[in-house]
């Protein structure tokens, strides 16, 4: 289940769960929780695509084989569900962007597969307003105090921005102990 904070692992992936009707056995799901304004919407969006991209990495497969509540109900039965068209319809958006996006994170096209491999701790900005302090290994947690990014800067943590525009950055090969007080202040 993810929303625009974070995803929560709820069920272990050998176990079905009541998702898609006729569909359950056929599928890993991930349950998109609705958004009421556009700001928590694109944060979600960006949090779902993270975590089918990983879970597709994992198994080695590609964009082919996610699919909307809907196709699942119109192939197997069993569910009268539309989701997420609906939800992404009242934002603007739409399943074939959603997939794009979730292709971009799968194939390394953006920044945010680096929290996955790179060593040590990173700072992302992603110009959504919300900053996220990322630890391999650990997740990303996102940083919402309106002076975090202050905090951080006068920590000693870097902020750098690629000249293509990138989302902001800063990395470290060692955590020392002014950057995990700062982090201890802040909560996370």
């Given at each position: 289940?993810?929303?625009?904070?974070?995803?929560?692992h709820?069920?272990?992936?050998?176990?079905?769960?009541?998702?898609?009707?006729?569909?359950n056995?056929?599928?890993?799901?991930?349950?998109?929780?609705?958004?009421?304004?556009?700001?928590?919407?694109?944060?979600?969006?960006?949090?779902?695509?993270?975590?089918?991209?990983?879970?597709l990495?994992?198994?080695?497969?590609?964009?082919?084989r996610?699919?909307?509540?809907?196709?699942?109900?119109q192939?197997?039965?069993?569910?009268?569900?539309?989701?997420?068209?609906?939800?992404?319809?009242?934002?603007?958006?739409?399943?074939?962007?959603?997939?794009?996006?979730?292709?971009?994170?799968l194939?390394?096209?953006?920044?945010?597969?680096?929290?996955?491999?790179?060593?040590?701790?990173m700072?992302?900005?992603?110009?959504t307003?919300?900053?996220?302090?990322?630890?391999?290994?650990?997740?990303?947690?996102?940083?919402?105090?309106?002076?975090?990014?202050?905090?951080?800067?006068?920590?000693?943590?870097?902020?750098?921005?690629?000249?293509?525009?990138?989302?902001?950055?800063?990395?470290f090969?060692?955590?020392?102990a002014?950057?995990?007080?700062?982090?201890?202040q802040?909560?996370?």
């Amino acid at each position: 289940t993810s929303d625009w904070t974070e995803a929560i692992h709820c069920v272990p992936y050998d176990r079905l769960c009541w998702q898609v009707g006729n569909g359950n056995g056929t599928c890993e799901g991930i349950e998109i929780c609705e958004a009421t304004n556009a700001s928590d919407f694109w944060r979600g969006i960006d949090i779902a695509a993270d975590v089918i991209a990983q879970r597709l990495r994992t198994h080695g497969w590609g964009v082919d084989r996610m699919h909307p509540h809907q196709w699942f109900s119109q192939t197997y039965g069993g569910s009268d569900h539309t989701d997420p068209i609906p939800y992404f319809t009242r934002f603007g958006y739409n399943w074939g962007a959603f997939v794009q996006l979730v292709q971009q994170k799968l194939s390394g096209a953006t920044a945010g597969q680096e929290v996955d491999i790179m060593a040590g701790m990173m700072i992302r900005n992603d110009n959504t307003g919300v900053i996220y302090y990322c630890e391999p290994g650990k997740g990303r947690t996102a940083l919402t105090h309106p002076d975090q990014a202050n905090l951080l800067q006068q920590a000693g943590v870097p902020l750098i921005h690629g000249n293509n525009g990138a989302p902001w950055w800063g990395r470290f090969d060692q955590v020392d102990a002014l950057v995990r007080k700062t982090m201890e202040q802040l909560g996370v």
